[in-house]
Nanobody, 123 residues
């Protein structure tokens, strides 16, 4: 299974970006999926997760109210709408498919990872 993340770019603080992640085949259609991010010199951290059905979502406290995770099961894609971006949101964002169907904030619970897409936010 390959996950292809896209949509990264450069924005000014307060701006918006929408990240997308497509799975190569329907092998992850019954799996939860999530987004993580890693800034230079920092550990990878959880951003958001969505259950296999799309009915359950989880967010890191730092992005609650600003980011929204979506799932299109028919297309095996997920998206992350990021609004009110802050300089501290700058990182490489990774999408991932979990082992389970509900979702998790722990990277160890994810089996497949995309290659990452870079988000830069200028102040």
């Amino acid at each position: 299974v390959q996950l292809q993340a896209s949509g990264g770019g450069s924005v000014q603080a307060g701006g918006s970006l929408r990240l997308s992640c497509a799975a190569s085949r329907r092998a992850v259609s019954n799996n939860a999926m999530g987004w993580f991010r890693q800034a230079p010199g920092e550990e990878r951290e959880f951003v958001a997760a969505i259950s296999w059905s799309g009915s359950i979502t989880q967010y890191a406290d730092s992005v609650k109210g600003r980011f929204t995770i979506f799932r299109d099961r028919a297309r095996d894609t997920i998206a992350l709408q990021m609004n009110s971006l802050k300089p501290e949101d700058a990182a490489v964002y990774f999408c991932a498919a979990a082992r389970g169907s509900i979702g998790s904030s722990y990277s160890k619970d994810y089996t497949y990872w995309g290659q990452g897409t870079l988000v830069t936010v200028s102040s």
